[in-house]
């Protein structure tokens, strides 16, 4: 059975492969390597035995996304992790953002919908959520406005495939990640942002190397156990089997509504101070660190009710943050 996953040399796209080919579904890569590298693929190979097919596209060039569907006219199913990340970058350049994330959307879509069935899973975020008034946070949460160019364009994709589904033979399924970190126990795949990170658990890391002078951790004056902000950290292997029982749900049709939501997260929120004191363990030395002022848009706390996952899906995670930040860290 055939999946394209979009993104597929990224930092979760990469992981969801690796589960993918575990499970014996053949995979199609697309990459623009935009922040990826073409290594990752060998990376894969080594991990499973198998280089998956690659096609470097940009999913924003309509006529080459056409073309891709004609040649792979047998797909079983799209993963749909391609796209930018990065808040402040967002903030900055909007217009990149809402082509990358919304117009590359779209053309997957259009395609898809040209299929007499199509299945679809998308990377959805906790941000849609906002500040929620209740922990842990369940599907039911109601969105709240985005507060980045970047959430809004995973609120945006959200209501684009929930129309498409209304109207057409798209079956889909939206997953919305908590804080993914951590690395494949291989050390083969990993994060590898270009730049400075600006998510926690890199920059820790790249601080623990010497590559950065020190941590700012962003606030400590919340309303939380240490005054630093909770988040619910949940290890990208996870996170990836999650992927490919969500995709088997799709193909095998144990479900008939056309669409449906699912957390990812652990349901176990951490607070900055102790991932860096999981880093510290793991490392066995200590993180330089210094508190500065709050971060513009960080929410207070976020974590996940995982009820939904956990007996719908029949999906629980395995991994603990410490195994997260040990194979980060390796
Ligand atoms: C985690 C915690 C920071 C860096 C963001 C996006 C979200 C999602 C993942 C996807 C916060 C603190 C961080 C640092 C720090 N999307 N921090 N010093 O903000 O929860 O989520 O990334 O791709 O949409 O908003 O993740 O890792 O940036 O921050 O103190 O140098 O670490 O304040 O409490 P966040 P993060």
């Known amino acids: 059975m055939k999946i394209v996953v979009t993104g597929g040399l990224g930092f979760i796209g990469s992981h969801t492969v690796v589960e ?31 280089k998956p097919l690659f096609e470097q596209i ?17 797909v079983s199913g799209v993963i749909h992790f391609a796209a930018s990340k990065a808040v402040g970058e967002s903030v900055q350049n909007p217009l990149l ?23 679809f899973i998308f990377s959805s975020s906790c941000t849609v959520y906002g500040q929620a008034e209740k922990m842990p946070i369940a599907e039911s949460t109601p969105i709240q406005p985005a507060m980045s160019p970047y959430g809004n364009t995973k609120q945006i994709g959200e209501e684009i495939i929930t129309d498409v589904t209304k109207v057409s033979n798209l079956n ?53 156990p240490d005054g630093t902000c909770v988040r619910d950290y949940i290890h990208v292997v996870d996170l990836a089997k999650a992927h490919v029982i969500a995709m088997q749900r799709l193909v095998n049709k144990t479900n008939t509504d056309k669409l449906e939501i699912f957390n990812l997260g652990t349901g176990k929120g951490s607070t900055v101070l102790e991932v860096i004191t999981a880093f ?4 066995g030395q200590k993180l330089p660190y210094k508190i ?16 939904k996952a956990n007996n719908v899906l029949g999906w629980k995670t395995q991994l ?3 195994d997260a930040i040990s194979s980060a860290w390796k």
């Open 320 to 322: 603990s943050l410490d």
């Open 58 to 74: 940009d999913l924003r060039d309509k006529t080459a996304v056409q073309n891709f569907f004609k040649k792979y006219d047998d």
């Open 280 to 283: 510290e363990k793991a490392s």
């Open 292 to 307: 500065v002022d709050r971060r513009e848009g960080d929410v207070t706390e976020a974590y996940a009710n995982t009820d």
């Open 172 to 224: 889909a399924i939206l997953l919305r990640y908590f804080n993914p970190v951590g690395a494949h126990e291989s050390n083969e795949i990993g994060e590898l942002p270009l730049g400075v990170p600006q998510n926690l658990v890199p920059f820790i890391t790249q601080t623990g190397v010497g590559l950065r002078k020190e941590l700012s951790v962003y606030g400590n004056d919340y309303p939380t």
């Open 20 to 50: 993918l080919q575990n499970e014996n579904f053949e995979v199609i890569v697309i990459d623009n390597l935009s922040n990826s590298s073409i290594e990752v693929l060998d990376g894969i190979e080594r991990i499973t035995g198998k």
């Open 97 to 119: 953002y809402y082509e990358n994330n919304i117009s590359s959307l779209v053309y997957i879509l259009q395609e898809l919908n040209k299929k007499p069935e199509a299945n």
